[in-house]
């Protein structure tokens, strides 16, 4: 039997069909393995034939790496951070850590592309709520081409970038008893001054919904916003690099900001993290600052330092209308 069993073997494989089959084998694994990310909140979403990112159980992020020059500028940043010694370390962790590149299966079912491999942010959360937001009132860099910097400088009119300095590009918002709220990202692109301080409201309240008219009780403010851990703590330390730092120019870059409602709910840290992300539009600073991000830092602090500042409800609801009822952390970005 044990003869048998070994001859098939062996027919198999001197006509090729073994090599077939575990090469197939192999590619069901690792299908199995790779999936779409289920807290995508901005980019390019995987599936229905399309190219975007996808993720491991292993707690890693797979990004496919363009091919018109923004990819490998990313890749060039990555590469750059970890070999630059006067980054301090305490700036590095709110970078992704990098693993590498990788070619793997594209979820566009092309075949095998390069991809980034970076952590996945959000494996280590059940539920979380998530806001990405841009950086910058301008997102286009002086080296791109004219065509890129008209489409950039259009989108960066209509949304709050010129304005704010920054714009929310996606996020979602754990809803109690029904799943996530998370917003279509076209009406996101619109909003206005007040929307985004409204937004930014919910972002720490149990009682968030697309209902506009629930009156938003901030219950996790000072867990998530504030203390010595809290996000706008995260975001002084990066502001305070910012004003120093003349490496790199960060154009189109985002703050990514995390946190769980389960864990504050049940008074256990809420895991607050801001991270930043995409790096395909990064220049070198050439001994100058940039301001262009350090100012949309500094405004999104001034939004987010208003919110704690107005920690009775009524003031921070008046405050829509009139924010000089708020004080504002002072952000010179004038250095």
């Known amino acids: ?67 018109d020059g923004r990819g490998s500028k ?21 970078f ?20 980034l491999v970076l952590q996945n942010i959000v494996s280590g959360y059940l539920n979380p709520s998530i806001m990405d937001i841009k950086i910058g009132s301008r997102t286009w860099n002086p080296q791109a081409s004219e065509d890129y910097i008209q489409k950039c400088f259009i989108k960066d009119r209509e949304t709050s970038s010129l304005a704010l300095g920054f714009r929310i590009s996606g996020l979602q918002i754990e809803s109690k008893g029904s799943g996530f709220w998370k917003p279509d990202r076209k009406h996101i692109r619109k909003y206005t001054a007040e929307e985004v301080r409204l937004v930014l409201r919910q972002f720490v309240s149990s009682n968030s919904s697309a209902d506009s008219g629930v009156d938003l009780d901030c219950t996790f403010v ?14 002084l330390e990066l502001k305070e690099w910012f004003e120093h730092q003349t490496i790199f120019h960060f154009y189109s870059c985002s703050v990514l ?9 049940k008074e256990v840290s809420s895991g607050a993290e801001v991270k930043l992300v995409d ?27 208003e919110i704690l500042t107005c920690s009775d409800v009524h003031t921070a609801k008046a405050s829509l209308q009139d924010p000089k009822h708020c004080s504002y952390t002072n952000c010179d970005t004038q250095n």
């Open 1 to 67: 039997m044990q003869s048998s069993y070994f001859f098939f073997v062996h027919k198999m494989f001197n006509c090729g069909i073994f090599i077939q089959v575990c090469r197939r084998h192999l590619f069901l694994i690792l299908c199995n393995m790779l999936k779409v990310p289920d807290h995508q909140v901005a980019g390019h979403w995987a599936g229905d034939g399309k190219l975007g990112p996808l993720i491991d159980d292993s707690g890693k992020f797979y990004k496919p790496i363009q091919s």
């Open 74 to 94: 990313e890749v060039h940043f990555y590469k750059s951070v970890s070999s630059y010694t006067n980054i301090p370390n305490h700036i590095r962790r709110f």
């Open 96 to 115: 992704p850590i990098f693993h590498g590149t990788k070619l793997i299966e594209a979820s566009d079912g092309s075949g095998q592309k390069p991809h």
């Open 222 to 235: 000072s867990t998530v916003y504030g203390g010595s851990g809290g996000i706008l703590a995260q975001l």
């Open 257 to 265: 900001m995390v946190y769980e409602k389960e864990s504050v709910a």
């Open 279 to 305: 790096f395909a539009h990064v220049v070198e600073g050439n001994g100058v600052i940039d301001h262009n991000f350090l100012g949309g830092l500094c405004s999104l602090i001034n939004f987010i330092s």
